[in-house]
């Protein structure tokens, strides 16, 4: 069993090496790694080579999370594609082998995922966020199980994640024309395919984000474009209902945890999120100059 590890680049100059250091250490040892960057200003490429990663180039403004990765996955030779962002550090030397394992366990298990855990430095909402999204127990999800879980059936995160490379290259690969969630966008066509997507909670990396409130409200932007041109996956979206659960569940953490301090934020960023996702979803009403000025992603609108 051959993996390859496709790491996605852009100035990683202060995260890569211990990434590298910490991908060389896996106990599963038949693996390649791909590092594709976006012409780097800093000394990514160099750091690369030096640690034997295979480098490629894409010019930086025809990044797209969908196809760069789709281009590095077209050089790999592994059995399984494993794709990690620069700032995801795994835990531990088990990462591979507990990504692969599941899905060489089932056939039908054609994507897995890891479980994020924010580092120590992280604000405390996004410590929540990572047990809100990243729980302790691992489970397997297919077309049946939509009904109840709604969007969340297809939920799955390229920070840290596997495919099965025959499924991926059999169905096409990422999407090209999506402005992010490409992860969720395939495990979409995948589970409607009669696959299954694993979440291995035993699976660690440590990754998370320092967003402040005018970055969360582009992102959410970007969302809500991405939910905006996929429709069959919005129809399974529940919004509203997670949105509330969220707020409800994090405010009671903050209050546990002594912090209600943190409450004004949380409800800040609530809204951010909130009114982002809502001028996404309405991006076709507006002028194209102000959604890529909204936008995070803004090559996308090139």
């Not at 594609?81 to 060489?104: G, N």
């Not at 924010?118 to 397997?140: C, H, L, Q, T």
Request: glycine residues 8%.
């Amino acid at each position: 069993m051959k993996i390859s590890v496709i790491i996605p680049t852009l100035n990683a100059r202060g995260c890569l090496s211990p990434l590298l250091t910490r991908l060389l250490s896996q106990t599963l040892k038949d693996r390649e790694i791909i590092v594709i960057d976006s012409q780097s200003g800093d000394s990514t490429q160099e750091i690369a080579t030096s640690f034997g990663a295979k480098t490629m180039t894409v010019p930086r403004g025809e990044f797209n999370h969908g196809r760069t990765r789709n281009i590095a996955a077209g050089a790999a030779s592994g059995e399984y594609l494993v794709f990690l962002t620069q700032d995801a550090l795994p835990v531990d030397d088990e990462l591979l082998a507990r990504l692969a394992s599941p899905l060489e366990e089932d056939g039908t298990r054609a994507v897995g995922y890891g479980r994020q855990i924010a580092y120590g430095n992280a604000p405390a909402i996004e410590k929540f966020v990572r047990g809100f999204n990243y729980p302790d127990e691992s489970r397997s999800r297919g077309r049946g199980d939509i009904e109840a879980m709604g969007v969340k059936a297809f939920f799955c995160s390229n920070a840290c994640s596997i495919y099965r490379r025959d499924v991926f290259e059999r169905m096409g690969g990422f999407r090209g024309d999506t402005i992010m969630n490409e992860d969720m966008e395939f495990v979409y066509r995948a589970v409607m395919a009669g696959y299954k997507v694993h979440y291995a909670a035993d699976a660690q990396v440590f990754h998370s984000h320092s967003y402040t409130l005018a970055e969360q409200f582009r992102r959410y932007v970007d969302i809500g474009v991405f939910f905006a041109d996929n429709q069959a996956i919005a129809s399974c979206s529940r919004t509203e209902e997670e949105g509330k659960k969220y707020l409800r569940e994090a405010s009671s953490s903050l209050l546990k945890s002594g912090r209600a301090h943190e409450l004004a934020h949380l409800f800040l960023d609530s809204a951010a999120r909130f009114l982002g996702y809502r001028v996404g979803a309405s991006y076709r009403a507006l002028p194209v100059s102000l959604v890529k000025r909204l936008s995070m992603n803004k090559g996308y609108w090139g």
